[in-house]
């Protein structure tokens, strides 16, 4: 590799890589479009039509939750802020146990895909809509 490359260029093998991760990923929304069946219903695209098992939900929640920001950022912030950094690790752990075992069988029981359709449940359409427009404005 040459040391001299700037950090911020792509060379034609990155370019390779890039494309064949493109065709690969197309290549399976493509296969699973046609042979999958498809989702009938919002429940099905949803929640699989709860039909899953525990292994492939668990898969998917983990990679819905490990962002690009987080894959890049981790290692920054240990670098910068040291052991300091575990303490989030230890509250994410608690705090992913507390929402399995509280929230989400609550979740389950009423047959419900959301925080934002528990609020108008559990109140009105009015709570449900300011939940969105916060959750919205904080991102």
Request: hydrophobic letters at 55%.
């Amino acid at each position: 590799m040459d040391a001299s490359r700037d950090i911020g260029s792509f060379v034609v093998w990155d370019y390779v890589v890039f494309a064949g991760m493109l065709l690969i990923s197309a290549a399976i929304g493509i296969y699973y479009a046609f042979a999958g069946g498809g989702q009938q219903t919002s429940k099905d695209f949803l929640m699989g039509g709860r039909s899953m098992t525990a292994v492939p939900v668990a898969l998917s929640l983990t990679a819905s939750f490990m962002s690009a920001v987080t894959v890049l950022g981790t290692p920054a912030e240990v670098y910068r802020f040291g052991a300091m950094f575990s303490v989030f690790g230890i509250t994410y752990f608690f705090v992913v146990v507390i929402s399995a075992e509280v929230f989400l069988p609550v979740f389950y029981r009423l047959g419900i895909t959301s925080t934002y359709e528990y609020l108008e449940i559990r109140f009105n359409r009015f709570i449900r809509l300011c939940g969105t427009v916060l959750f919205i404005v904080q991102t």
